[in-house]
């Protein structure tokens, strides 16, 4: 079946630290893969996607690369800012012509400045 | 442009009772889907649709009722509420197809008693 593991939060980080948060999936196929983000009080919205191996998703300074060998797409930033505090999502799609999400349970950041 | 609207924001129910959860988007998508987001569990797909008229069935359909008339409404319907349906719903849409942009509303909060 399809499942996502998330690295468990939260994580609090000083402003200009490094970010990562680890994303592995199970698949069956070849899935797409997300991720979300869900700032407080607001639904979930996409941040960067990756449709297929090796494919880089990037988006304001966020990256994550799919690794079809090692099954993950951990999300990456260089330099975290108190505006990127938020819930972060890891999903992906697999169902020919459905846009069905697995999720991961969701990692909450925290950046202090 | 409205996107994805859904209402009520917040509800409390009665065990027993009966409601139904509005989701309407106006983007002309095909797709449409609920999800119930529970903590430490992530978001669970309820029930999805690809196109007026078709409804299937998602990872957690249990107490759950959709129909799909019109391209831009997809209610949820609890027929009989329970306490285990405590959560916070999400409704989405998006493009048909598994690489495309989920666009999600701002959600409602349910509290069954």
């Known amino acids: 079946g399809n499942s996502v593991t998330q690295m468990e939060g939260p994580v609090t980080l000083s402003e200009e630290a490094f970010l990562t948060i680890n994303c592995t999936y199970t698949?069956?196929?070849?899935?797409?893969l997300f991720w979300y983000v869900q700032y407080p009080g607001e639904g979930l919205q996409l941040l960067l996607k990756?449709?297929?191996?090796?494919d880089k998703g990037s988006n304001k300074g966020f990256e994550a690369t799919y690794r079809k060998e090692t099954t993950s797409f951990h999300l990456e930033k260089g330099s975290v800012q108190v505006s990127d505090s938020a819930v972060y999502f890891c999903?992906?799609?697999?169902?020919?012509?459905?846009?069905?999400?697995?999720f991961g349970t969701g990692t909450r950041l925290t950046v202090i400045p | 442009n409205a996107g994805v609207t859904q209402t009520p924001k917040f509800q409390v129910l009665k065990t027993g009772q009966s409601m139904t959860l509005q989701c309407a988007q106006d983007?002309?998508?095909?797709?449409m889907s609920w999800y119930r987001q529970d903590p430490g569990m992530g978001l669970r797909l309820i029930h999805y649709?690809?196109?007026?008229?078709?409804?299937d069935q998602g990872e957690v359909p249990n107490g759950y009722n959709v129909s799909r008339s019109t391209t831009e409404d997809f209610p949820l319907r609890l027929l009989s509420a329970a306490p285990s349906q405590t959560s916070v719903y999400f409704c989405?849409?998006?493009?048909?197809?598994?690489?495309?942009?989920?666009?999600f509303g701002q959600g409602t909060r349910l509290t069954v008693v």
């Open positions: 649709s690809v196109g007026a008229g078709i409804t």
């Open positions: 698949a069956t196929g070849y899935p797409s």
């Open positions: 999903a992906l799609s697999a169902t020919p012509g459905a846009n069905n999400l697995f």
């Open positions: 983007m002309n998508h095909e797709y």
């Open positions: 989405a849409s998006s493009k048909k197809g598994r690489n495309t942009e989920a666009f």
């Open positions: 990756a449709t297929k191996a090796d």
